[in-house]
């Protein structure tokens, strides 16, 4: 059994949006769980098989089987109006079709998704009257079979909301992320939910205390308390979503930078100015974009003030980044680096460097193709410089 199919078919991918239980046997389209009623006027559940056409949207015909029984209308008749043919007969070896149906609308069904709602519809309605709760949307998980796909289960939210062709555009190889801190495991969070085939973690720390106040999510005493690896914990913790998870525990520094190589995209998240230099001038001779993230917090009295930037680089514009990347000190001068929680920060640094991520691979509109924001907090004004 492979789900393919659905992520290439938007009306596949439109039924598994709204709730429907569909996976593909056989090389037919499977819809569970539809209710309907037996001879006693009882609710069962039974399966809709369609024929599925995978070059075409159009259904190669309105005919379409079921199995678990002979549907009935309300007072346990059986639907003599659409029932087609009673023949039993196998699909795979644990499906079975117990008839066919043939109700076709004027000009035919013009998708697969319109085919399978008119079939559910006539047989949910006649369920309703006895059961008003019966419904053939069960919302139940399906995992996504698809080994060209980096999610363990289906990406519903893009077709519900038709972005499955923008969201082609982030099918990027390899991204990596420099340092799983605060704005590193919120990069992270943000890529997870991306189609890139493998993202690299790289960081030499273990997860402490006061990572789990200015990280995504909640982690319990038991985790904290076993002092796990950076990128171990986040690795375990987003493979459950996105299998291409790869931690390194390491940190990246002149003496390994090799590890960047064929990299398609790196976010700088380290706090440390020593290594950096080394890093970019790597990255700028393999000809690889990045972003890097930083902070500049100062306390005043007892209120925060301070900035967050992005600074972006592409083969077509770096001549910026030394003027506004500081290649200085170890990241220890800076009150941010005392472990101030500041996951707002952090968050919204990540979420700055993610979007300018997206423009470049064309996912969102860019029309100022700035290499530079600058967020300050204080004046809640945010700038944009070193355009191409």
């Known amino acids: 059994m492979s789900n393919s199919p659905i992520s290439h078919n938007p009306d596949l991918q439109r039924l598994v949006a709204e709730g429907y239980e569909i996976e593909i046997v056989a090389d037919h389209l499977a819809v569970r769980n539809v209710p309907f009623v037996n001879a006693e006027r009882q609710v069962r559940r039974g399966t809709l098989v369609s024929e599925v056409n995978n070059t075409s949207r159009t259904p190669g015909t309105h ?18 109006k659409i029932i087609s043919d009673k023949s039993r007969r196998a699909i795979s070896e644990a499906l079975f079709v117990d008839c066919s149906f043939s109700s076709k609308p004027p000009g035919g ?16 309605n006649e369920a309703q009257a006895i059961d008003p709760d019966a419904t053939a949307r069960t919302w139940r998980v399906i995992p996504n079979e698809n080994t060209d796909s980096p999610f363990a289960y289906l990406d519903t939210a893009s077709s519900r909301a038709g972005i499955t062709a923008a969201g082609r555009k982030l099918r990027k190889d390899k991204v990596a992320i420099l340092g799983l801190g605060g704005s590193g495991s919120y990069v992270l969070d943000l890529m997870a939910k991306t189609p890139a085939a493998n993202i690299h973690l790289f960081d030499g720390d273990k997860f402490g205390q006061h990572n789990a106040f200015r990280s995504p999510g909640a982690p319990s005493l038991e985790q904290l308390r076993a002092i796990p690896f950076k990128v171990d914990y986040w690795a375990e913790f987003y493979g459950w979503m996105h299998r291409g998870i790869i931690p390194h525990r390491v940190a990246i520094t002149a003496a390994n930078v090799d590890l960047l190589h064929g990299m398609d995209f790196v976010f700088i998240c380290a706090d440390a100015g020593k290594d950096k230099e080394a890093i970019i001038e790597a990255l700028e001779r393999e000809r690889i974009p990045f972003a ?45 680096a005392q472990n101030i929680q500041v ?5 919204m640094s990540a979420a700055m460097a993610v979007i300018k991520y997206k423009k470049l691979c064309g996912f969102y509109e860019d029309l100022r193709h700035e290499h530079f924001t600058n967020y300050t907090i204080a004046g809640n004004s945010m700038i944009s410089e070193d355009r191409t």
Do not use: W
């Not at 900035?307 to 009150?335: A, Q």
């Open 63 to 80: 005919v379409i089987m079921f199995g678990g029984g002979i549907p009935c209308d309300k007072n346990g008749r059986p639907l003599e």
């Open 292 to 336: 890097d993230t930083g902070m500049g917090l100062e306390l005043a009295g007892d209120t925060l003030h301070g900035m967050l930037t992005v600074t972006t680089s592409t083969p077509e514009k770096r001549d910026h980044v030394r003027k506004r990347v500081s290649f200085v000190g170890d990241g220890h001068e800076n009150i941010y």
């Open 109 to 124: 069904h013009p998708d697969y998704y319109q085919k399978v709602i008119a079939y559910v519809a006539i047989l949910q």
């Open 343 to 347: 996951a707002d920060l952090n968050m």
